[in-house]
T-cell receptor, first 112, second 113 residues
């Protein structure tokens, strides 16, 4: 398995609270991605990074922000969590934009 | 933007039979098409991929075909086994847009012993 870890693996929080999910890689890959997975929607891209401090939006970026201060870490922040953000969140990494992506184990987030 | 449609949403086969999952994409600029297998409680795992300069690719019991003119690609699994039971996702990507993957909705494959 690619060296990708996500933390926490499970989280329950209340509406309006801030939440930060962490993705950590040991592969030194340049590209990192955050996706969310919901029934009937497959996986949808939230944000991605193409280098330290370089990020861009995906399909469903509203309500989310990201930061990447080191190659190995990519953080996803929900500034004020809403029930619609209850989902499973996956991080992925890739050596280049035209290379295969490898996924982490996921974080299950429940917003009450 | 790109849109990927995947069919069927569920597929049940007998062990030893073949399974075929089909996807269509909308943007002719897409040039990379991976397939992922996801087991319960785990992240998606890449099983095979194909690029737009190739029409077919095989890896043991798994094959993928691509028809660029019709903008569709398919996953073929032969001699299915119970451990092939999982959810399968197709995706499409344009490498010049940061490698963003657009996923299909998924197919739940069940292989009955």
């Amino acid at each position: 398995d690619a060296g990708i870890t996500q933390s926490p693996r499970h989280k329950v929080t209340e509406t309006g609270t801030p939440v930060t999910l962490r993705c950590h890689q040991t592969e030194n890959h340049r590209y990192m991605y955050w996706y969310r997975q919901d029934p009937g929607h497959g996986l949808r891209l939230i944000h991605y990074s193409y280098g330290v401090k370089d990020t861009d939006k995906g399909e469903v970026s509203d309500g989310y922000s990201v930061s990447r201060s080191k190659t190995e870490d990519f953080l996803l922040t929900l500034e004020s969590a809403t029930s619609s953000q209850t989902s499973v969140y996956f991080c992925a990494i890739s050596a280049a934009s035209y290379n295969e992506q490898f996924f982490g184990p996921g974080t299950r987030l429940t917003v009450l | 933007g790109e849109n990927v449609e995947q069919h069927p949403s569920t597929l049940s086969v007998q062990e030893g039979d073949s399974a075929v999952i089909k996807c269509t994409y909308s943007d002719s600029a897409s040039n990379y098409f991976p397939w992922y297998k996801q087991e319960l409680g785990k992240g998606p795992q890449l099983i095979i991929d194909i690029r737009s300069n190739v029409g077919e690719k095989k890896d043991q019991r798994i094959a993928v075909t691509l028809n660029k003119t019709a903008k569709h690609f398919s996953l073929h699994i032969t001699e299915t086994q119970p451990e092939d039971s999982a959810v399968y996702f197709c995706a499409a990507s344009m490498g010049n847009q940061g490698g963003k993957l657009i996923f299909g909705q998924g197919t739940e494959l069940s292989v009955k012993p």
